[in-house]
Each structure stands twice: as C-alpha cells, then as structure tokens.
C-alpha cells in the first residue's frame, strides 16, 4: 500500500458528542486573584469551553486544513512493532532541486505546526533556497496510529520518519524540529546521519551541563566563566520552568495512563491541559480563540485519542532515563543549525551546544517554544541562510541545492 491521500473528516456523532459532553461540564472553584499563578485561569477555560460549545465552528477549520495542507497517509514497517499507517503532510515545491526537508512537531504540538511555514518554505525565487517539505503526525498524535506495544521509543520515532522520506523517494534529507522534534531528529542524525540526514536544524538546543569526564575542558571553562546577559536571563527561565511548569512532565513520564482518562473523557480538562503550555510557553503570542480550540481539537479528535500522544515520555525516559532533554552534542556530526527564542523552556549556555558540527547560530529578540508558530518568518529566514549559496550548509543533500541548476 503507497501513499493514500487523506482529508480530515471527523464523524458527526463525534462532534455530537463533544458537544454533549461540553454541555455537561460542571468547573471546579477557583481562588481570588488566583490569575496564573495556580494554572490556567476559570475564567479563560470557562470562555474556552463556551465558544467551543457554540459559536467554534470545527467544519469550518477542518476545510481550511483540507484546503490549505496536502495530506496523506500510508503504512510504514517498524522493526519489532506492527506497520503503522501514518498520516502526513507533503508540499513540493516547483521546483525539481529543491531540498527534501523533514518537519517534526512536538507536543502539544502536531502537524499543525508546518502551516505557517509551509507556504514559505516551498517558495521559488532565485534569491533563497526551496524546499520540498514532509510533516509527519508523529505515531499517536494527529490522525496518525498509535503503536499498540510497550516500548515505542526515539528510536521507533525516529525509523518511522526515516522511512517515511524513503517512502516517498528522499533517499537524502534535512530535518528541523522542535521539542520532541529535537530529539528525533538527533536521533535520525545519529542513526541515519551522513548516509541520509545531512544536516539538521532546531529550535530548540539541547544539551546537559558539562561533565569533567566528558569534557574536562568545558566542565572547567563553565566554572571559571561567567554568563552574557542573555545567558543569565535564559537561566532565569530554565528555573522557573523546573520549578514551576515542568509538573507535566513527570507525570506524563510516569503514570500517562492515569491522566490519560481525564485527557481522554474530559474536554475541558483536555483543553485547561494544552492551553496553559500554549500560554506560558510564548512569548506574549496572541492567541485568538478559535485558533486555540482547533489545537485542541486535533487532540480531541485525533485518531487513537489524546492519552496515545504523551506516552512518549514514560518510554522515552524508561529507555534513556531523566536526562532525555539533554544529550551530548558531539554526538550529532553532520551540519547543525540551532535558533535561539528568548522564551524557550530550556536555555543553556552557548559553549554548552557547541560541537564541530554546529554551522550556523541565530538569537533572536522575541520568540518561545512554539517558533515556527509563533515566528515563522524568523525560522524560515534562518533555513533559508543555512542552506542558501554560500551558507554553511549549502548543497549537502546531493542535487538538491535548492536553487534552481543553470
């Protein structure tokens, strides 16, 4: 079975549903003054939960995303694991060189997260690279399947992707991701680097503080040195992640099946769940209320629920342990590219990220988790400068410049 193309559809009776269970939500109390400081405000997710109830209209967005996004799904083999059909997005650009780029989203994140950039990135002009784009929703997220075994870790992430792009006749590619999509498409790199991969981009750099057996110099360096301005302030933001918005995480490393029935039954607690790390994890980003509900609403609607979604981290942290945000850069060794958003969750140093392979680096002044939904012009101007004539990254996938060959 080959690529199949695919439209969003949800089934009536499941927007029937959703609309009875909206109906019959009964919200818990709420201190005075409370704001943000306990969670997601009552008055936000009661607002929320009206507008999805009557007046959100999710036909509407679903044609737009049908409209708007090439879709597909189609069987991938995962060794060890039963094949699993995954639903994806495919753009070509028009033109024949463009550079096979592989886009992986996070969580809460989903393919949703490509739209932006999409239009962009698929552009002709003699003056910046294009590219061919694939944005996979990653098993147990969107409209893909979930695996049904334990231990479906980075690695199986990882082989889907990569199988995904032979699939589709990339025998060579570059990645961008964020999140998870960091992780991953490391792990690609590890994997399938040089061979396949030829170089990645993040939003979103990772690394663990400097150990003196790994790195003696370093470890010694970071103790001698001080921290830039930016750096200290990055700290700050690190801290207050750890200590105050990273309760997510370990219970979605350790129990996800227990919070995946209330994910999973209720939609105001799916949606007060999302919603807080959409808020606090930008940079002040705007959000308009529809444009949170259909975020929602691919969790609510997704394929195998939302409680598939975060079992990612209990296998994740099962097969690496607590540091699986971390990692050590030199064990990526094609071209890397890493872009810097003020309000990202997690901040280190720079010479904590450095390695051989790193090529490219751009700070920006505003910006936070979510950048290529928050600032898509920034990340694509940044893949542009990587991958364009005389950048650092230029012609690594072969015949596949991204410019047109004269």
Same mark, same amino acid.
């Given at each position: 079975?080959?690529?199949?193309?695919?439209?969003?559809?949800?089934?009536?009776?499941?927007? %029937?549903?959703?609309?009875? &269970? $909206?109906? @019959?939500?009964?919200?818990?109390? =709420?201190?005075?003054?409370? *704001?943000?400081?306990? !969670?997601?405000?009552?008055?936000?997710?009661?607002?929320?939960?009206?507008?999805?109830?009557?007046?959100?209209?999710?036909?509407?967005?679903?044609?737009?995303?049908?409209?708007?996004?090439?879709?597909?799904?189609?069987?991938?083999?995962?060794?060890?694991?039963?094949?699993?059909?995954?639903?994806?997005?495919?753009?070509?650009?028009?033109?024949?060189?463009?550079?096979?780029?592989?886009?992986?989203?996070?969580?809460?994140?989903?393919?949703?997260?490509?739209?932006?950039?999409?239009?962009?990135?698929?552009?002709?002009?003699?003056?910046?690279?294009?590219?061919?784009?694939?944005?996979?929703?990653?098993?147990?997220?969107?409209?893909?399947?979930?695996?049904?075994?334990?231990?479906?870790?980075?690695?199986?992430? %990882?082989?889907?992707?990569? &199988? $995904?792009? @032979?699939?589709?006749?990339?025998? =060579?590619?570059?990645?961008? *991701?964020?999140?998870? !999509?960091?992780?991953?498409?490391?792990?690609?790199?590890?994997?399938?680097?040089?061979?396949?991969?030829?170089?990645?981009?993040?939003?979103?750099?990772?690394?663990?503080?400097?150990?003196?057996?790994?790195?003696?110099?370093?470890?010694?360096?970071?103790?001698?040195?001080?921290?830039?301005?930016?750096?200290?302030?990055?700290?700050?933001?690190?801290?207050?992640?750890?200590?105050?918005?990273?309760?997510?995480?370990?219970?979605?490393?350790?129990?996800?099946?227990?919070?995946?029935?209330?994910?999973?039954?209720?939609?105001?607690?799916?949606?007060?769940?999302?919603?807080?790390?959409?808020?606090?994890?930008?940079?002040?980003?705007?959000?308009?209320?529809?444009?949170?509900?259909?975020?929602?609403?691919?969790?609510?609607?997704?394929?195998?629920?939302?409680?598939?979604?975060?079992?990612?981290?209990?296998?994740?942290?099962?097969?690496?342990?607590?540091?699986?945000?971390?990692?050590?850069?030199?064990?990526?060794?094609?071209?890397?590219?890493?872009?810097?958003?003020?309000?990202?969750?997690?901040?280190?140093?720079?010479?904590?990220?450095?390695?051989?392979?790193?090529?490219?680096?751009?700070?920006?002044?505003?910006?936070?988790?979510?950048?290529?939904?928050?600032?898509?012009?920034?990340?694509?101007?940044?893949?542009?400068?990587?991958?364009?004539?005389?950048?650092?990254?230029?012609?690594?996938?072969?015949?596949?410049?991204?410019?047109?060959?004269?």
């Amino acid at each position: 079975m080959g690529e199949t193309p695919f439209r969003i559809n949800v089934p009536d009776e499941r927007i %029937a549903l959703l609309k009875q &269970k $909206l109906a @019959l939500i009964d919200f818990p109390d =709420e201190l005075e003054e409370a *704001g943000w400081e306990y !969670g997601a405000p009552l008055a936000d997710v009661r607002r929320l939960v009206r507008r999805w109830a009557d007046g959100y209209d999710w036909r509407k967005e679903e044609a737009k995303l049908n409209e708007e996004l090439p879709q597909f799904t189609q069987n991938i083999d995962v060794a060890k694991f039963s094949a699993l059909n995954i639903h994806y997005v495919h753009k070509k650009s028009l033109l024949a060189e463009a550079i096979p780029l592989l886009f992986v989203h996070g969580w809460p994140g989903s393919f949703l997260e490509v739209r932006k950039v999409l239009p962009l990135l698929v552009q002709t002009s003699p003056g910046h690279p294009s590219s061919h784009v694939v944005a996979p929703s990653l098993p147990g997220f969107g409209f893909s399947e979930a695996p049904k075994k334990k231990g479906f870790e980075l690695v199986q992430y %990882a082989e889907v992707c990569h &199988k $995904l792009m @032979l699939s589709l006749g990339y025998n =060579e590619d570059v990645t961008q *991701g964020g999140d998870w !999509g960091h992780m991953i498409t490391a792990k690609i790199a590890e994997i399938y680097g040089h061979k396949h991969c030829k170089a990645r981009h993040s939003n979103c750099p990772l690394a663990s503080p400097p150990q003196f057996l790994h790195n003696p110099i370093l470890y010694i360096s970071n103790l001698l040195l001080g921290y830039t301005p930016r750096e200290r302030e990055g700290l700050k933001r690190t801290a207050w992640f750890r200590q105050k918005g990273s309760g997510y995480f370990e219970e979605q490393s350790t129990q996800p099946q227990t919070l995946g029935y209330s994910l999973s039954d209720s939609p105001s607690g799916l949606l007060a769940w999302i919603y807080e790390k959409l808020v606090t994890w930008t940079d002040n980003y705007p959000w308009e209320d529809d444009e949170v509900l259909t975020w929602i609403s691919i969790y609510w609607f997704s394929r195998a629920g939302p409680a598939a979604s975060v079992r990612i981290y209990y296998e994740a942290r099962k097969a690496r342990g607590r540091d699986i945000a971390g990692g050590r850069p030199n064990a990526i060794t094609i071209p890397t590219g890493y872009s810097y958003f003020p309000k990202e969750l997690i901040q280190v140093p720079r010479r904590w990220t450095k390695a051989q392979s790193v090529v490219f680096e751009s700070e920006h002044d505003s910006g936070g988790h979510f950048a290529c939904h928050e600032k898509p012009n920034e990340i694509v101007d940044n893949l542009r400068k990587m991958f364009e004539k005389g950048g650092p990254a230029f012609g690594v996938v072969q015949s596949k410049s991204g410019h047109a060959t004269l």
